[in-house]
């Protein structure tokens, strides 16, 4: 088996060596028939599909040279195992698994996350147990994980050291997703911790596992479940992957250009964005003007409607963010600066 495993990590370093993309593999936990935890009718599989989809677009969206591959992106049942062989058979770079904690007590709250390895304390074993006690839905689930029953403690000591040789590279990922990710969120930091997951098991890659909040906790339920919130924390966990691989990996990303033509210089998503409208021209203007003296030239962007010119500020994914801008904006002379907003580069009225 270890030689196998060998193999299997030689193949993914070839493969990775002569890639033009780095490959991030993002894991919506449970889905389908397996719910996960449930609080009311907050279902752990409804979050963890959000959280990966939004991350994913972030990095693809920015990144001309990154791709990301989704282990689902329905709510459909994709069993643990299967999870990790499509990021092997990809030869992914990365894996990232999103999940919510959950407890008996309404008590514990914060944020985590996991490597694969041995469990030190006994109730980070019963985290990964309760994981991975979703294995009973798959066939011949015994099979697929060496024999190891998913509820007994027995046996996950060998299967723990699976992982090891991605060990040190793992903890830096978690150490960079934990340290962005609670900038936004108001979770208490439980800290970075390993156990046997079998969501991880035998990926040839770094991994971690984010557990994000406890759904049976009041307070992180209703901040995870906000999708302005979702969003805030999509971003600084992408901005976390990227920083890695940058920093870490040193595979430089390319970040995407938007090619302008004679009418507009906006964005084109399928998503709503956000701009600051703060000045109307019949010419277009040079790049002298005093606007790009006033914001940085990349912060600023126009397009045409009824004959002139709107120039406009920023590029937000959400209304808050563009609020919180204006003042800026308007401290800035444009006193008369407001939020318009776009989808698939036309703006909507």
Request: glycine share 4%; hydrophobic share 40%.
């Amino acid at each position: 088996m270890k030689k196998i495993l060998i193999i299997v990590v030689l193949i993914n370093l070839f493969f990775n060596l002569f890639s033009q993309n780095y490959i991030v593999v993002l894991d919506a936990g449970h889905g389908g028939k397996d719910p996960g935890a449930i609080y009311g009718n907050v279902r752990e599989k409804d979050i963890t599909l959000s959280m990966a989809l939004e991350v994913g677009k972030i990095l693809t969206n920015k990144y001309n040279n990154l791709e990301v591959i989704y282990t689902r992106q329905s709510d459909i049942f994709v069993p643990l195992i299967e999870r990790t062989r499509i990021a092997n058979k990809e030869h992914a770079n990365l894996f990232v698994s999103f999940h919510v904690n959950a407890s008996k007590s309404p008590e514990p709250s914060g944020y985590e996350v996991y490597v694969m390895g041995n469990a030190k304390v006994k109730d980070w074993l019963e985290t990964a147990i309760a994981e991975n006690s979703v294995a009973i839905y798959e066939d011949n689930y015994l099979e697929s994980y060496d024999g190891i029953d998913p509820n007994s403690t027995e046996g996950y000591i060998a299967f723990s050291l699976y992982q090891n040789q991605f060990l040190d590279k793992s903890l830096i990922l978690a150490d960079k997703v934990t340290s962005s990710t609670l900038q936004v969120a108001p979770f208490m930091n439980r800290g970075i911790k390993q156990a046997p997951f079998f969501v991880l098991y035998k990926a040839t890659m770094p991994s971690i596992l984010i557990e994000m909040g406890f759904i049976t906790n009041q307070q992180d339920r209703i901040w995870i479940t906000n999708k302005d919130n979702q969003k805030k924390i999509a971003n600084n966990i992408a901005n976390a992957i990227a920083d890695y691989i940058i920093n870490v990996d040193n595979f430089p990303l390319v970040e995407k250009t938007i090619a302008a033509d004679k009418d507009t210089t906006i964005a084109v998503s399928s998503e709503l964005i956000y701009y600051i409208q703060f000045l109307s021209s019949t010419e277009k203007l040079t790049y002298n003007h005093k606007i790009y003296k006033d914001f940085p030239s990349d912060s600023i962007s126009y397009y045409s409607f009824n004959n002139a010119y709107r120039y406009i500020y920023g590029h937000f994914i959400n209304f808050n963010q563009a609020r919180d801008k204006l003042n800026y904006v308007k401290q800035k002379g444009y006193k008369d600066a407001f939020i318009v907003k776009f989808k698939d580069g036309q703006r909507v009225f």
